[in-house]
């Protein structure tokens, strides 16, 4: 598997960016989505806290992790790792999950989407990413009477249409990957999470079954007609929180199925879990919520 051959790399545990050599990945499948504007830079690695992540992504891939076929129950998940739009957290946010889900049975897709351009070097990178954290930290109003930080407004056509072109290869090869073309969810962590929220609002293709938005922005919106059930979670600590629960109430007042739960601690990007945290919990909360709902049982 992809994982095992990345965490050998993967021995600096701490907050800096280190260069790596991009894994293998090969069963990612181009989407054939386009290229990015602008973006002089080509694809490159880092890997921060032993996690690997990818920048500069100019051609969106889907990578299907398929569960053993004595467990396979034929739901499937759309998985979107975060970033910040400007890097994609593929191990914590990506195919650890994609895993996690085979083993309940859940067929589940990475979506490597294009990104922002970034600087070509890693450390002129690191550095604006520094910036922008502490940015964020210092507006997050966590415990205090400062407003939630506002993210930037980026143009995400691009990884709309990613996200599209995924949602529509998994339905055209359902029956190779034996998957139920009614039980199609997605699942997205911070920018990810957002990915989700515009797949599920503006898209007129993607007929999505159910959405799990992982520590993803809490601001309000306005739930299309035909919005799927949606499962949410987000620590208290985290700086996208904020005391903000806009969009819960929306889908609550659409009258659309919602959980939602509100972790004491666990901050941001905590993946499937971090030592010693009680969002460690989301992801078995997340898996009885599809099961209770019937999305791992064949309606036929």
């Known amino acids: ?110 979506l490597k989407y294009r990104l922002q351009p970034t600087a070509d070097k890693l450390a002129d990178f690191e550095g604006q990413m520094n910036r922008r954290f502490e940015e964020a930290e210092d507006g997050s109003g966590a415990g205090g009477d400062a407003e939630p930080p506002q993210r930037p407004r980026w143009d995400l056509s691009n990884q709309l249409a990613d996200a599209e072109a995924a949602y529509r290869m998994i339905v055209d090869r359902a029956d190779e990957w034996h998957v139920d073309t009614d039980r199609i969810g997605m699942m997205g962590f911070s920018a990810g999470a957002g990915l989700t929220m515009e797949t599920t609002l503006k898209s007129d293709v993607a007929d999505l079954a159910f959405i799990a938005p992982i520590y993803g922005g809490m601001g309000e919106v306005e739930v299309p007609e035909g919005a799927p059930p949606m499962f949410a979670a987000i620590a208290s600590d985290d700086f996208l929180f904020g005391g903000e629960f806009g969009v819960i109430k929306s889908w609550y007042d659409a009258g659309v199925p919602v959980e939602f739960h509100l972790y004491q601690n666990g901050g941001h990007g905590f993946g499937l879990g971090n030592p010693d945290r009680t969002s460690n919990e989301w992801f078995e909360a997340f898996m009885h919520w599809v099961e209770v709902n019937g999305w791992l049982t064949d309606a036929s």
Do not use: C, H
Request: aromatic residues 8%.
């Open 1 to 110: 598997m992809i994982l095992t051959m990345v965490n050998g790399l993967a021995n600096a545990q701490d907050g800096t960016m280190y260069p790596m050599e991009a894994p293998n990945e090969p069963n990612a499948i181009p989407l054939g989505t386009g290229g990015v504007d602008d973006q002089p830079a080509e694809e490159s690695w880092f890997r921060q806290w032993g996690d690997p992540m990818a920048r500069n992504i100019t051609e969106a891939t889907l990578t299907p992790f398929l569960p053993d076929p004595d467990k396979a129950t034929g739901a499937a998940v759309i998985v979107a790792p975060g970033g910040g739009f400007m890097w994609l957290s593929m191990g914590n946010e990506g195919w650890e999950v994609a895993e996690a889900l085979n083993e309940r049975g859940v067929a589940a897709f990475v």
